[in-house]
């Protein structure tokens, strides 16, 4: 199993970023997918989740303002990030499972995860 990520960088506050993991080694199409994020002294956290079953979820902190995507053909998830702020800065990680989701969007349990990619906002 492999899950590369991409996209990550340096950006202004109220910018934007388009993460993309690609997803290796396992049913792709058949899997829950989804992105979480670790800051400096904090737990890792979901940030947003899509259920083979059961759709797409975002934590409240992404509502509005994150859009996941995926390209079962590419095998290929996508975390579109929008108006960032500081409070945004983290490594984001994508992570597979065949679990579900929860309603805050994490995947419940977490098969693989990628190698992170960090994402800095700056003020």
């Known amino acids: 199993v492999q899950l590369v990520e991409s996209g990550g960088g340096l950006v202004q506050s109220g910018g934007s970023l388009r993460l993309s993991c690609a997803a290796s080694g396992f049913s792709f199409v058949d899997s829950d997918i989804g992105w979480f994020r670790q800051a400096p002294g904090k737990d890792r956290e979901g940030v947003s989740c899509i259920g083979s079953r059961d759709g797409i979820h975002y934590a409240e902190s992404a509502k509005g303002r994150f859009t996941m995507s995926s390209d079962n053909a590419k095998k290929t998830m996508y975390l579109q990030m929008n108006n960032l702020t500081p409070e945004d800065t983290a490594v984001y990680y994508c992570?597979?499972?065949?679990?579900?989701?929860?309603?805050?969007?994490?995947?419940?349990?977490?098969?693989?995860w990628g190698q992170g990619t960090q994402v800095t906002v700056s003020s």
């Open positions: 992570a597979w499972s065949y679990y579900g989701c929860n309603s805050y969007g994490s995947l419940v349990r977490v098969n693989d």
